[in-house]
């Protein structure tokens, strides 16, 4: 989910009226970042025609696969704090600039991190042996 038409259209965004534009769409600062998710998918299912109850079973099926990802470096809100909590938010809301942020698939994610190099010390075996 991406702001940036409205930025390129409307300029800077003074915080104040950031916040205003954010609550409309059902998000406020003491939202999650899954709340923002859900949103996002309730926003690109509205053209599906669906009734609310396919709608919230659309927002269940899918919340849990997604993760927001800040456009432009690798930096991901995956914890359960208020927006308004993480830096990246913070720092738009001080120069009035709409985060740019977006949806990524947890599975596209997970299959870029590279395998864990974790080996299980050797001293760790050996105790379980004496037991």
Do not use: N
């Not at 996002?40 to 696969?65: A, D, N, T």
């Amino acid at each position: 989910m991406c702001f940036e038409d409205f930025e390129k259209a409307y300029g800077p965004v003074p915080s104040e009226i950031l916040w205003e534009v954010l609550q409309e769409d059902g998000v406020s600062h003491d939202s999650l970042p899954e709340q923002l998710i859900a949103e996002s998918i309730r926003k690109k299912s509205r053209s599906m025609h669906l009734s609310p109850q396919q709608l919230r079973l659309c927002v269940q099926e899918y919340q849990g696969q997604y993760i927001l990802k800040v456009c432009g470096c690798d930096e991901y809100l995956l914890e359960k704090y208020p927006l308004s909590q993480y830096k990246y938010i913070r720092s738009c809301i001080i120069v009035g600039r709409l985060p740019h942020l977006m949806l990524v698939s947890k599975e596209s994610l997970y299959s870029q991190l590279p395998a864990s190099g974790f080996v299980t010390p050797s001293y760790r075996y050996s105790s379980h042996q004496h037991l």
